[in-house]
């Protein structure tokens, strides 16, 4: 691709539109997932107790799901619409009515929940039918003046019969709810029992039929791609101990590394959990036809249970073992969910076990949608259990285990590690700020809990308060809720830890400690004027996980390796040793050939590749730039990335001048810079391409790229950008004037190449003095000494030798001061030498020459001015 295909792309963009998406707002979104209030329209009369109960609930709403607020916000459209006729006002005001009353019901059984449609509530599962319903009597009474002309009669019963639906499933949910509100004292029908099960409800019942369907027909079964079940692996450590905190799941997981039964060598018999094991058929084995159904679905639930725990205790594993169980994990979770689909829906005990193991089958298949949903169901039924008994501890942790597990289930897709970066592109869930639900109503539980029994339940506070801060900042742009809310929860956690770990030096609450203060890391990366505690943080966390694997490799590895990296992305003075451990640490992970780890030292390469190139050391930076290019696969995002890494590698290689390599990157990364619409990082590819041709003898092209990259640069610096000074932009900015005024030197613009010159070498001074920190010092020093030499050759073109001098001896002491050795030291020493030997100083030549052979570069002293050549 030629530089004449960008042509008039930057220059004659229209400004209102550069200026929008170089501020890449996404207002529109936003105000679709807007949280706080709902209010009622001022304009909009209604009758008292609709008013009432309106502002009730909508104050529960702030933070609720999507399908919620819908439904509230209709409210008022629903009572202005119906009004225009006599006919459907009454039966709209009903309908309101109803439904508000609904809602109220259903957040009764919430307990520890104050928000509406949260995870794991029954107002989150019904709210999509009542949603269909609030919708069909909006679309009824937006068309109520033509349709009540032409058929009143058939308008009003389209609309009794969504009120009477609304009734019928009140009545339903009321009666679970409120069994003794019914009347009458008549005797219960004989399946009253079943009728007044939680799971009876015909919202709940039809999810669990679909998650059945969902086994049956659309989970596949991808022996040859086993990468989506990874992600689970490295859960287990924070989600099993939730699972065990259940009492309907006691003795279902495995508190050991194996507990079975042991058998006679010569007994051939296989337990039906063993059926599973070794099975790798994708059908049940027809060995197992003849076993007892309940028996084969224990066996199906201790697999799935065990399968978990052996990946607790040994982390990740290589992707032949996961690849082989696979297929047997998929056999058992058909097993549970046929016996699931004929349990008696009072036999809520039941149901929640099975849906528990279901829950972990899915996670462990990497099917994070069905899994939620599997762990939601199981949790309304625990909630049901606290909503009868309530003052039951045993009820109370019950749901505080559930809650906790949950909110794992559902930041499992955006987040399965710790790298400070914000998730959302990942986690494109439409309800994802609800995903700290489940978290802040299990922290809201431990108030009742702790009055009775402050003691024993401390562990599991720190574990759900963990949970929380990552669940928040899984919520993606919004850190300030994170910050204000979760920072004080992981302290509290990290408090809890330090107490208890004298009285119980166990690896597993060292580990505990080192996660808590990772994710206090995380929390603090985003805390103004917190850097002090941060790198502090951050190095505890590092130096307890060290500790933690020294005693016990394979389960921590992975936290380890992602508690390195994060450590790295500060730039802390052991960033370079942190760096190399992580690298160590993921290559070795990635014996696992699971993509993440791959995705991983990717970035760890990627960001050894950067220090390499601060320290001037090219030669490392390209080899890592390139291991981190190689590394990466073939998914958008990946190519974004590898854009931005190429773009990387063009000027690592020009300062190693490997020109062609360079500029067959520059021009492979112009397309994907267009079509990003990213004009600075276009500017600079340019202004890199330009001197790669410049250098390689095309001083057309080379001056061509060159002028519109400084033009795009001059363009934007026009925007301004907080926190920046005025008209500063960057490296490339200053290296494009600079290579821009040497080059017009050489081709005989004087006056072009003076005003340029000088404009570079003021900008670099500028940068200069606006560094704060030793390495950004460092690199403005390298970054000025450059502009020093093309403007030293253009000083001499000039006739301006005493200027030339100055500037040259600054540019060697700079980078001599840096122990630079490369293209441009290189030219620098050479342009020296000659200086000298105009002057007659021939017995300084030597020195400075023998310091230019030692450099293995030829420089490129005859590309510069005319003077020079």
């Known amino acids: 691709m030629s530089s004449s295909d960008f042509e008039e792309y930057p220059m004659d963009m229209d400004e209102d539109s550069g200026d929008s998406w170089l501020s890449s707002s996404s207002d529109l979104q936003d105000a679709f997932d807007s949280e706080g209030p709902i209010d009622w329209p001022e304009v909009e009369a209604a009758p008292a107790d609709i008013l009432e109960l309106f502002h009730q609930l909508a104050a529960s709403a702030s933070n609720a799901c999507r399908t919620i607020r819908e439904i509230l916000s209709a409210i008022p459209d629903i009572i202005r619409e119906t009004r225009r006729s006599t006919i459907t006002k009454h039966d709209g005001e009903a309908f309101c009515r109803r439904v508000l009353r609904y809602l109220k019901l259903l957040l ?174 994708f059908t049940v084995n027809s060995r197992i036809f003849g076993v007892d159904k309940e028996e084969q679905t224990q066996g199906a639930i201790c697999f799935v249970f065990r399968q978990a725990r052996e990946l607790e205790l040994n982390g990740l594993q290589d992707s032949e073992t996961a690849e082989q169980r696979r297929a047997p994990l998929y056999q058992a979770l058909f097993v549970i969910s046929e016996n699931l689909s004929k349990t008696k829906l009072s036999d809520s005990g039941s149901i929640i076990l099975k849906l528990s193991a279901a829950a972990l089958a899915l996670l462990q298949l990497g099917e994070f949608d069905y899994a939620s949903l599997a762990m939601e169901l199981a949790v309304v039924g625990i909630r049901d259990n606290l909503f009868r008994a309530p003052d039951s501890e045993s009820n109370q942790c019950n749901l505080i285990n559930a809650l906790g597990a949950l909110a794992i289930f559902l930041r499992a897709p955006c987040d399965f590690g710790f790298d400070g970066e914000d998730s959302e592109d990942d986690f494109d869930c439409e309800d994802s700020k609800a995903v700290h639900l489940p978290a802040e109503e299990a922290l809201r539980l431990f108030q009742s809990l702790f009055e009775k029994d402050s003691k024993n339940h401390q562990q599991l506070l720190a574990a759900v308060e963990i949970e929380y801060a990552l669940c928040l900042l899984a919520r993606g742009k919004d850190k300030s809720s994170a910050l204000a809310d979760g920072l004080p929860a992981v302290e509290d956690a990290i408090t809890i830890h330090r107490q208890t770990l004298p009285v119980n030096p166990s690896n597993k609450v060292r580990a505990s400690l080192a996660r808590a203060l990772q994710v206090q890391s995380l929390l603090l990366y985003h805390a103004a004027g917190r850097t002090q505690d941060l790198g502090k943080a951050s190095r505890e966390a590092v130096d307890r996980y060290r500790q933690v694997i020294k005693q016990e490799l394979g389960p921590y590895d992975f936290q380890y390796a992602e508690a390195l990296k994060f ?152 925007v301004p950008t907080e926190g920046s000074y005025p008209g500063l932009l960057g490296d490339d900015n200053i290296d494009a004037i600079a290579w821009l005024g040497s080059l017009q030197c050489a081709m005989g613009d004087q006056e072009s190449a003076l005003r340029n010159g000088a404009e570079s070498v003021r900008l670099a001074r500028l940068s200069r003095a606006s560094c704060r920190f030793e390495d950004d010092i460092h690199w403005a020093d390298l970054n000025l000494a450059r502009a020093l030499v093309y403007w030293t050759a253009t000083l001499l073109d000039s006739g301006r030798n005493d200027e030339a001098k100055a500037s040259i001896d600054e540019s060697i002491h700079l980078m001599r001061d840096q122990e630079r050795k490369d293209s441009v030291f290189k030219t620098a020493l050479l342009m020296k030498e000659q200086m000298l030997l105009e002057e007659g100083r021939t017995s300084e030549m030597a020195g400075v020459r023998a310091e230019a052979d030692k450099i293995p570069f030829e420089g490129f002293l005859d590309k510069l001015g005319r003077s020079t050549t």
């Open 108 to 281: 009764e059984h919430q307990k520890g929940s104050e928000k509406l449609g949260a995870p794991g509530t029954l107002s989150g599962f019904l709210a999509a039918a009542l949603l269909e319903d609030v919708e069909t009597i909006l679309h009824i009474s937006k068309g109520v003046g033509g349709v009540v002309r032409r058929n009143r009669q058939r308008t009003q019963r389209r609309m009794e019969e969504v009120i009477s639906a609304v009734r019928s499933d009140m009545l339903a949910a009321k009666n679970i709810i409120k069994p003794s509100t019914r009347s009458g004292g008549h005797t219960a029908c004989p399946d009253s029992e079943s009728q007044r099960a939680i799971y009876s409800l015909s919202a709940l019942h039809g999810a669990l039929q679909d998650l059945q369907v969902a086994t049956d027909t659309e989970i596949e079964i991808d022996i040859a791609n086993s990468d989506r079940s990874f992600p689970a692996m490295e859960v287990m450590n924070s989600l099993l101990p939730f699972f065990r905190g259940i009492t309907l799941l006691n003795g279902w997981v495995p508190e050991t590394d194996d507990d079975r039964v042991h058998r006679d060598e010569d007994d051939e018999t296989l337990s039906p959990e063993e059926y599973f094991e070794n099975d790798r058929d």
């Open 567 to 718: 450590r790295a992305g500060l730039y802390t003075e052991d960033s370079h040793e942190v760096l190399l451990g992580a690298s160590a640490v993921y290559e070795k992970l990635r014996t696992t050939n699971w993509k993440p780890v791959d995705e991983q030292l990717s970035k760890i390469n990627w960001m050894l590749g950067l220090y390499y190139r601060t320290k001037s050391n090219y030669e490392d930076a390209e080899a890592c730039i390139t291991r981190a290019i190689e590394l990466k696969s073939d998914t958008i995002r990946d190519y974004e990335d590898v854009t931005r890494y190429t773009q990387e590698r063009v000027f690592v290689r020009t300062m190693l001048e490997m020109y062609h390599l360079a500029l067959k990157d520059a021009r492979s990364s112009m397309a994907s810079l267009l079509q990003a619409r990213d004009r600075e990082a276009l500017a600079g590819i340019l202004s890199q391409k330009g001197y790669c041709e410049w250098m390689l003898g095309d001083r057309g092209v080379g001056h061509s790229d060159l002028k519109k990259s400084v033009k795009i640069f001059n363009k934007i610096s026009t």
